[in-house]
């Protein structure tokens, strides 16, 4: 009976077999080790006797019926009230662009960028020196961090070929 459980969990029993599980649990001796699936075949067995009543059919196609009206009336609703919500977004929106454009422009404070202009060519020369090293101090990083990064790809990539 343990193998035949078994099989029957791994969905590889036959009609015949299952039917031997199950007179087997509805019968009163049963392995201590397999008394734990016995309320499981008691509920197969119980629902086996369960069946619709005749109308059936009818009470369903009644509450069909019934909420497939208040489905059409509750269509009806959430239209109407994304339409106004859909206006009132727009005039929210236009309210917002024509104050923002009627409002008097505050001046900014401009700044005098002539002092700070360099005049010699000399400090030219080297604040450009200085930028650049800069740039290529940040580009050697870059370029570091990327061959860092490939290496680690390609440590990956044995696994995956």
């Known amino acids: 009976m343990k193998a035949l459980i078994e099989k029957y969990f791994e969905g590889e029993t036959s009609l015949e ?6 007179a087997y649990f509805s019968g ?51 239209k109407q009230l994304l339409r106004i919500a859909a206006v009132a977004a727009v005039l929210v929106v ?35 020196v200085k930028a650049l090293r800069l740039v290529s101090s940040k580009l050697k990083k870059g370029s570091k961090k990327a061959s860092e990064e490939v290496g680690k790809m390609e440590k990956v990539g044995k696994y995956f070929n």
Do not use: C
């Open 28 to 78: 009163g001796v049963v392995d201590d080790e397999l008394r734990v699936y016995q309320p499981l075949f008691q509920h197969f067995s119980e629902e086996r006797g369960q069946s619709l009543s005749s109308d059936f059919d009818e009470k369903l196609l009644q509450k069909l019926d019934a909420s497939e009206a208040k489905l059409v009336r509750m269509r009806i609703w959430p």
């Open 94 to 128: 236009a309210m917002i662009f024509l104050q923002k454009t009627n409002a008097p422009q505050a001046q900014q404070a401009s700044v005098d960028w002539s002092k700070y202009e360099i005049t010699d060519e000399q400090q030219a020369y080297e604040e450009t």
């Open 17 to 22: 077999e299952e039917a031997q599980l199950r």
